[in-house]
């Protein structure tokens, strides 16, 4: 089809959903709608508004319910500023949990799941000339991860490769809860190794899993050995000068940690640390958020990763709304004799009630003066960070803006 004729089709390109758009744009290239659709990212809003005032196209947000706040800004902006009576379409982890409520917000069409399905069952639709107005589509689940593939010509970032979706546990807290997990296989691996190869892309690669040592395991706490270490092997061999696994995007749960798996990330990779998912280290939050695991894991784990020679990165959240100061004191009480003991360093976040978890719309329990100077002094000591200071804010702009959206009829 003629350039001139095709419809645009406007990606908004984001921190936080840098590594989304290639997949999504390589799904539109593998069923060749990118034939009747001119494919763009607008990386600021005054680049997506001004590729929207030339035509009526369609403009697709991803986000997470943290950048609510900055998404339904940008929207109430765009409405007044675009003319062209163009087509606000939502996906991602916010629109999955709450699609009604992302309607709310101004969208015409949000899709809850899997973009690479939810994505061309949109089109077709759109295609067909059907009402959109206040449509959701709920996409089917993606069978395998070979299905996707996070590389496109339309955009040059070539970001880590997703190779498990779904966790086996059901922490309340998070949106990966619940789903049965499927993983990429070595094969659509390799051959994603082989275009970074291809293109010269070898002097980093990494890798997005909820689990990392339950890359490939059919039940949980079972980690299929065999297959971490022929990713890793086999990533490695293609060259790749810095190979990191078992850290953000691939953190580890404390349960799953072994010497071999340990000795593996040793052997193939180039990290330093291991992050470790612990979340709080009081065993009653850990109970009541489901977490499947006790301190007493948490502290075995942290202690084979310092024996192994990496310096433990654990991530703790505070302000939990079952959360009691008793909690709190015991949880940094026990990240300081982390530090001390096993030179842990801790990432301290603060709680975000994410959509569709039981959590969402539940306030965070406040921190205390007592807590807040504890935390402050751990990170002049080098015990922790202070993430959860920009954590704390985001709650509190996500609060407010929610209960404006309520306040004006837009969240019912």
């Not at 192994?308 to 505070?318: A, L």
């Amino acid at each position: 089809m003629d350039s001139a004729k095709k419809i645009p089709f406007i990606f908004r390109v984001t921190r936080s959903n840098r590594f989304t758009i290639p997949v999504l744009l390589h799904t539109l290239e593998k069923d060749r709608w990118d034939k009747v659709f001119d494919l763009k990212t607008a990386d600021t809003f005054r680049d997506l508004v001004r590729a929207a005032e030339e035509k009526r196209a369609l403009i697709a947000y991803s986000f997470m319910t943290p950048h609510l706040p900055d998404v339904w800004r940008e929207i109430r902006r765009l409405k007044k500023t675009c003319k062209t009576g163009s087509l606000l379409i939502a996906g991602g982890p916010h629109p999955t949990g709450d699609p009604d409520g992302t309607l709310e917000m101004g969208f015409d069409a949000a899709i809850s799941g899997d973009g690479e399905t939810g994505l061309p069952l949109f089109i077709r639709t759109f295609l067909d000339g059907t009402d959109l107005h206040r449509r959701i589509f709920s996409a089917p689940n993606l069978s395998s991860l070979d299905e996707s593939f996070p590389i496109s010509r339309y955009d040059s970032l070539v970001p880590p490769l997703e190779i498990t979706r779904g966790c086996f546990y059901g922490c309340s807290f998070c949106q990966t809860r619940g789903r049965k997990p499927v993983h990429r296989s070595l094969e659509s691996i390799e051959r994603f190794l082989d275009e970074l190869a291809r293109k010269g892309f070898l002097f980093r690669a990494g890798f997005i899993c909820p689990s990392g040592f339950e890359y490939g395991s059919e039940k949980a706490g079972a980690p299929s050995n065999g297959k971490i270490e022929a990713l890793l092997s086999s990533s490695k061999s293609r060259g790749i000068r810095f190979l990191e696994y078992a850290i953000f995007p691939s953190e580890v749960r404390p349960n799953t940690v072994s010497h071999d798996l340990l000795k593996c990330v040793r052997k193939y990779c180039s990290n330093k640390k291991i992050t470790l998912g612990a979340q709080s280290a009081s065993d009653r939050i850990l109970k009541e958020e489901k977490r499947g695991h006790t301190f007493e894991a948490i502290e075995r784990a942290a202690a084979l990763i310092h024996e192994h020679g990496f310096r433990p990165q654990i991530d703790f959240i505070m302000g939990f709304p079952e959360e009691t100061e008793a909690d709190r004191m015991e949880t940094l009480r026990r990240m300081k004799h982390l530090g001390l003991r096993y030179r842990a360093w801790n990432q301290v976040h603060y709680f975000l009630p994410l959509a569709g978890t039981p959590q969402y719309r539940r306030s965070p329990s406040p921190l205390s003066d007592r807590t807040i100077r504890i935390l402050d002094g751990y990170a002049q000591n080098g015990y922790a960070n202070n993430w959860w200071r920009q954590g704390l804010e985001t709650a509190q702009r996500l609060a407010r803006i929610q209960k404006e959206l309520l306040e004006s009829g837009s969240i019912r």
